[in-house]
């Protein structure tokens, strides 16, 4: 049932992608207006792509020709992520900054005064604690191109709330999966290696990494839109707040899947954040922000997506691996 509450009209750039697929969704379904934009179309959900525009978002008079004017909140999801990627092609860490920068242009040409910009975990470095507030981040950590456009992207944010009014709500986010994830990720591409018996590498023998469930994300970033006067102004974190190592995660699904897969451990590729896990204390101060979904729950519901979406038998196999290895990590965590 569409909830009865007046909400703002929303501009959600990224809108065909993960995060943005998943937010949009929400907004649907709880009645909110909303208008995607992405440079091509949403292939998940037609009802989210025909409240799509494509418009390419660095070229800054498409972006300010195109774009509603009658916009009441931004919420920037739009970006290069992939980390290796940036550091073969720096070019696209430059890409990052021209959208967030035409897309802020874009706000203060048209008086829109609400602004949430996603940021990412790369922006603390490899300062190796045993979780991160949002205070640790620095300048001199920096470890990659991409985390150098998300730094530089926050810093912009905040010169726009100072120069020009923009209210903002920073979040930083931490390694999102689940559906509508791109099959070359980590959880879809370790099972399909494994599965097939080829060999998987591991960058980094003790890497931790804390994995975050997409509707838990989408929960945070829509207590932002709903609790925005009290979070205004803050950075906060959105993980889960549990780290799991690399090795354990490859190990624990090569077991369940029976696999005589090979697990190589190579040391950490260049620009990568070998350790982190979110301190989310702030988040749930102020947005009363809980996650609700661990790696074994997660899994489980990224297995009945997978079933829903086809039902041919490599995905029923999927499905099935998938629960398996939850309950191996449950076993495991117990």
Not at 43 to 55: A, I, K, P, R, S
Not at 81 to 97: E, G, K, M, T, W
Not at 222 to 240: E, H, R
Request: hydrophobic content about 40%; glycine content about 6%.
């Amino acid at each position: 049932m569409a909830s009865q509450k007046k909400y703002p009209h929303i501009l959600v750039t990224g809108s065909s992608g993960m995060i943005g697929t998943a937010l949009c969704e929400r907004l649907l379904a709880e009645g909110i207006p909303f208008t995607g934009v992405d440079y091509k179309h949403n292939l998940w959900n037609q009802e989210v792509d025909t409240h799509t525009l494509q418009v390419d978002l660095r070229d800054r008079k498409a972006v300010l020709k195109k774009l509603p004017a009658h916009i009441d909140m931004v919420i920037h999801l739009a970006a290069n992520a992939r980390v290796h990627d940036l550091v073969q092609d720096p070019s696209l860490a430059f890409d990052n900054l021209q959208t967030i920068f035409n897309t802020l242009e874009y706000a203060h040409r048209n008086d829109i005064k609400k602004f949430i910009f996603t940021s990412s975990r790369e922006v603390y470095g490899n300062l190796i604690r045993d979780q991160y507030t949002e205070d640790s981040a620095r300048i001199d950590t920096c470890e990659s191109p991409y985390t150098a456009s998300k730094i530089g992207g926050e810093a912009l944010v905040q010169s726009y709330t100072r120069c020009y009014g923009i209210e903002h709500i920073i979040f930083r986010l931490s390694n999102v999966y689940g559906r509508y994830d791109a099959t070359d990720r980590i959880v879809p591409l370790f099972i399909e290696r494994l599965r097939a018996n080829k060999n998987v590498t591991v960058y980094g023998a003790d890497k931790v990494l804390d994995f975050t469930y997409i509707d838990d994300v989408v929960s945070g970033i829509m207590a932002g839109i709903d609790n925005f006067a009290a979070a205004k102004g803050q950075t906060l974190n959105l993980a889960y707040g549990s780290g799991i190592t690399l090795t354990e995660f490859a190990a624990t699904l090569k077991e369940t899947l029976g696999s005589t897969s090979h697990i190589n451990i190579l040391p950490s590729r260049t620009g990568e954040v070998t350790h982190y896990v979110a301190d989310i204390a702030k988040a749930r101060q102020i947005l009363n922000f809980t996650p609700t979904t661990n790696l074994e729950q997660g899994l489980r519901q990224a297995a009945s997506w997978y079933q829903r979406r086809n039902a041919d038998t490599a995905t029923s196999t999927t499905k099935t691996i998938i629960q398996k290895m939850a309950r191996a990590l449950r076993l495991k965590h117990a």
